[in-house]
């Protein structure tokens, strides 16, 4: 049965298995995994991914046949008691496994093996089912074994175009064929973060071949790299705003654990105030270039405008004074992206960049630390807001007051968490040696943008 699923949409995922990393086999038990499911249709979910055994890093496969007893009384259960509009989805890479979903019910076939199996391909030709291609280096127990790309996001887009046109040429239309990059199957953080940078792009030319584009970042390692966050469950945040920037970004569905959290800015603008720093040449120049470059990528993400931009410093190093003085700047910006996700891509701008980190408070090519998101308070164990060394660094608490009067003069709210307070008086180190002509900063920042054509 054909079933119309309009973009963007939902897909929550219900993993049949005693051994999952994300839920640790709540929902091994098919009663208690159907009814699993009837809530995330109720908060919202369109289609229902069932998966028999777990894809984690270093997993142990599982038989076609014990696959089959997991899922397919949970299929039969939610075909026979979820309205007809509700797609199911059967995440495996064994034909026999996919053959038998689809004749219970089943309308995708969700196979992170990116159908390189002949026979899989016919299964659904013979099942005229939707069809979700994934990339993945190696397979689960194998990819992350030091996978390695010259170029990630270019790689991942030929092997799922490729794929596709595989699809085709077996007689699936690109209307039936979904694509998945594949967040954490053979990729280092890095690796993610790019992919994460360069979403536009992806959906772009994915669309362009007719193809939809399916995101799956929900409660992924990528998360605890970025935020510290250890326990899967308690990520649930973090995904729903990296997947809410994902469909900023146009993609078509997202796959996640908790549709009741999809939506979470709802649309909504709020105020970031973000401090910039490079004392190391890269290809983009010198310390000033570096900071003009991180601008312009600021200014290119999701629904994000750099609105102002303070002036420019040069400061003294702050703890550990055996390095260079740094160039330094502070801009707010507007942004319809979470905290959570604007702090994902501040850290993949930072890598696309090229930083290393060598030693703590050391030399880099660009340290962007997001100082404040309106009046949002996070205590996490690598991301904290407001920013605790805000006060005590000269060369962020001059131009974050020098903001302040400036958005206050355009009649806007300089807003701040209850019981948060910039002093000067506490103002320690990175005493600032001198102040950068606005427009200097500006023809950089102007030239970097034409030599990278439009966002």
């Known amino acids: 049965m054909n079933i119309v699923i309009e973009s963007p949409a939902i897909m929550g995922i219900v993993n049949v298995t005693p051994d999952s990393f994300s839920d640790g086999g709540l929902y091994a038990c098919p009663d208690k995994a159907a009814e699993f499911a009837h809530d995330m249709v109720r908060a919202g979910a369109e289609i229902i991914d069932i998966g028999g055994q777990s894809s984690r890093p270093g997993a142990q496969p599982v038989s076609a046949e014990e696959e089959l007893a997991r899922v397919l009384p949970v299929i039969e259960r939610l075909r026979n008691q979820l309205p007809g509009s509700v797609a199911l989805s059967i995440d495996t890479y064994y034909p026999e496994v996919a053959e038998a979903a689809c004749a219970a019910g089943a309308n995708i076939i969700n196979d992170i093996s990116g159908f390189r199996n002949p026979k899989m391909i016919a299964v659904a030709v013979a099942a005229g089912a939707e069809c979700v291609l994934m990339h993945m280096a190696g397979e689960p127990r194998t990819m992350q074994d030091n996978p390695h790309y010259d170029d990630v996001v ?107 959290l999809s939506d979470v800015m709802e649309g909504r603008r709020r105020d970031a105030f973000v401090a910039l720093g490079s004392n190391m040449n890269s290809k983009a120049g010198g310390p000033l270039d570096n900071v003009a470059a991180a601008l312009v990528a600021m200014d290119r993400l999701p629904h994000t405008v750099v609105t102002y931009i303070a002036t420019a410093v040069i400061s003294e190093p702050a703890y550990d004074s055996d390095q260079e003085p740094f160039a330094n700047a502070v801009c707010y910006i507007e942004t319809e992206l979470g905290p959570h996700a604007l702090f994902a891509y501040l850290r993949a701008i930072e890598a696309d960049m090229g930083r290393e980190k060598t030693r703590v408070n050391g030399p880099r090519i660009i340290d962007l630390d997001l100082l404040l998101y309106s009046d949002v308070e996070i205590d996490l164990p690598l991301l904290t ?71």
């Open 385 to 455: 807001v407001p920013h605790p060394r805000i006060c005590e660094r000269a060369f962020v608490l001059e131009p974050l007051l020098e903001l302040k009067e400036v958005v206050e003069q355009a009649g806007r709210d300089f807003v701040l968490p209850d019981n948060f307070e910039l002093v000067p008086t506490d103002v320690v180190y990175g005493a600032i040696s001198a102040r950068i002509p606005r427009e200097l900063l500006q023809s950089k920042i102007a030239e970097i943008a034409s030599m990278r054509g439009p966002s």
């Open 154 to 260: 270019a790689e991942v887009k030929d092997y799922l175009l490729k794929g596709a046109a595989r699809l085709e040429a077996a007689g699936i239309p690109a209307s039936r064929i979904i694509l998945d990059p594949g967040f954490g199957f053979g990729k280092t953080k890095e690796h993610n973060l790019q992919l994460c940078l360069h979403m536009d792009e992806l959906v772009r030319d994915i669309h362009a071949a007719d193809y939809r584009l399916l995101v799956g970042i929900s409660r992924k390692s990528l998360l605890d790299d970025l935020f510290g966050i250890k326990e899967p469950r308690q990520r649930d945040n973090a995904s729903a705003e990296l997947a809410d920037a994902f469909v900023l970004s146009g993609a078509d569905i997202v796959r996640t654990h908790r549709p009741d």
